[in-house]
């Protein structure tokens, strides 16, 4: 007879309200983001600050307590990185998000929370917008 395991609980932080508790939740987020850099040695393929924001979204689902796969996590991962091609267009808007890692994770960490209706575009726009003003040269 096959045993009933409940999956388990994955732990859920709070909602940041004002752009320095995000600012605060990025940085925690992106250094949990660095914990994979160790693993790209055994797919024989460096990963850097330039690359974490490929994580963004998946940490946001983790910290939001949101399964990692299916649908809304696909959703999720399309959007933030859509957000940081659009950003990133040398003929149109250009944020020099290649060179700016934190700025790359940040801004694809706020667009996964716009994408899961957790924060509105306003928000978003405000908590970028502190972060970038309270940079300086990354």
């Known amino acids: 007879m096959a045993?009933?395991?409940?999956?388990?609980?994955?732990?859920?932080?709070?909602?940041?309200?004002t752009p320095a508790e995000w600012m605060h939740e990025i940085v925690v987020a992106m250094a949990?983001?660095?914990?994979?850099?160790?693993?790209g040695k055994l797919v024989g393929q460096r990963i850097t600050e330039a690359d974490l924001y490929h994580l963004a979204p998946h940490v946001c689902l983790k910290f939001r307590g949101r399964k990692p796969t299916g649908k809304e996590a696909n959703?999720?991962?399309?959007?933030?990185?859509?957000?940081?091609?659009?950003?990133?267009?040398?003929?149109?808007i250009d944020h020099d998000l290649e060179?700016?890692?934190?700025?790359?994770?940040?801004?694809?960490?706020?667009?996964?929370?716009?994408?899961?209706?957790?924060?509105d575009e306003r928000?978003?726009?405000?908590?970028?917008?502190?972060?970038?003003?309270?940079?300086?040269?990354?």
């Open 123 to 138: 928000k978003a726009e405000a908590v970028l917008i502190y972060c970038e003003e309270h940079l300086g040269n990354e």
């Open 75 to 92: 959703r999720v991962v399309k959007t933030a990185l859509a957000n940081f091609i659009a950003n990133s267009d040398p003929e149109g």
């Open 32 to 39: 949990d983001a660095r914990e994979a850099k160790p693993f």
């Open 99 to 119: 060179h700016r890692p934190f700025m790359a994770f940040a801004l694809c960490y706020i667009a996964s929370h716009l994408c899961l209706d957790l924060i």
């Open 3 to 17: 045993q009933f395991r409940p999956q388990k609980q994955m732990k859920k932080h709070p909602l940041p309200k």
